[in-house]
């Protein structure tokens, strides 16, 4: 998965780097609105519209508004203000009526649960003393993929820099997500500069090599400064 502009500025400075996705499913995420026709790839594309609120996608749905291009919708829901306290509160449970409404209309749910989820005031299920935000995830049951889930998106990426810390934690996620829906396909998450820290082009395969038989893929969070790293981080995945 990665964002439409990220690929649109990674295709401009290298066309040749389209053959990078034969064979494969690439999601390409956008916000709701106008936007250009998805960049042209050689393996399977599926426009996918980003929702940061399940109370917003309901809304577009009943007024007809999401576009008949968008296959596949992600609902990116975090510890921020796009997100709506009670719906942080409660994300297990707002995301399996996300996924239930996207399948009545047709379309893949994709579900990326912010791991500061647990942070939230008032949540179901907090961060303890003690723990990191990892381990309160996965107590706390994020990864629990419901049975209408497309894929899981693990927001791993601040770990990366830590490659054991990193395998880890995806393999605890990829294991709760199949123990609630077989089918899930799970994607980690690499960044170009998590949480402001930019990573080395090093750093980022070796994250990626550590998961590559663990999980069906990434989802990549690219700075448009990043774009010369975003093209060498492809270019080692087709190397694979």
Not at 39 to 49: K, R, Y
Not at 118 to 136: D, F, I, M, Q
Not at 157 to 182: E, I, K, M, T
Not at 196 to 224: D, M, T, Y
Request: include cysteine; charged fraction near 20%.
């Amino acid at each position: 998965m990665v964002k439409d502009y990220a690929l649109r500025a990674v295709l401009a400075q290298d066309k040749q780097l389209a053959g990078t996705f034969t064979g494969r499913t690439t999601y390409v995420a956008a916000p709701l609105g106008p936007r250009p026709a998805v960049p042209p790839l050689t393996g399977t594309v599926e426009a996918t519209a980003i929702f940061t609120s399940y109370a917003a996608f309901a809304a577009q749905i009943a007024a007809g508004r999401l576009p008949g291009s968008d296959h596949a919708v992600l609902f990116d829901i975090e510890k921020w203000r796009a997100t709506p306290l009670a719906e942080q509160q409660n994300p297990r449970y707002y995301m399996l009526r996300f996924s239930e409404l996207a399948r009545a209309h047709g379309l893949l749910p994709i579900l990326a649960p912010g791991r500061d989820l647990v942070l939230a005031p008032g949540a179901s299920c907090v961060k303890r003393v003690g723990e990191n935000l990892s381990e309160a995830y996965i107590r706390c049951g994020l990864a629990s993929a419901d049975a209408h889930a497309a894929a899981l998106v693990v927001q791993a990426q601040a770990s990366q820099f830590d490659v054991q810390a990193f395998r880890d934690f995806l393999v605890q996620a990829v294991r709760q997500a199949r123990a609630g829906n077989p089918g899930v396909a799970v994607l980690a998450q690499l960044a170009t500069a998590p949480l402001g820290r930019p990573a080395s082009l090093a750093q980022l395969v070796a994250a990626a090599r550590s998961v590559s038989r663990v999980v069906q893929g990434f989802s990549l969070n690219i700075r448009v400064t990043d774009v010369q790293m975003a093209d060498d981080l492809l270019r080692s995945f087709r190397q694979r």
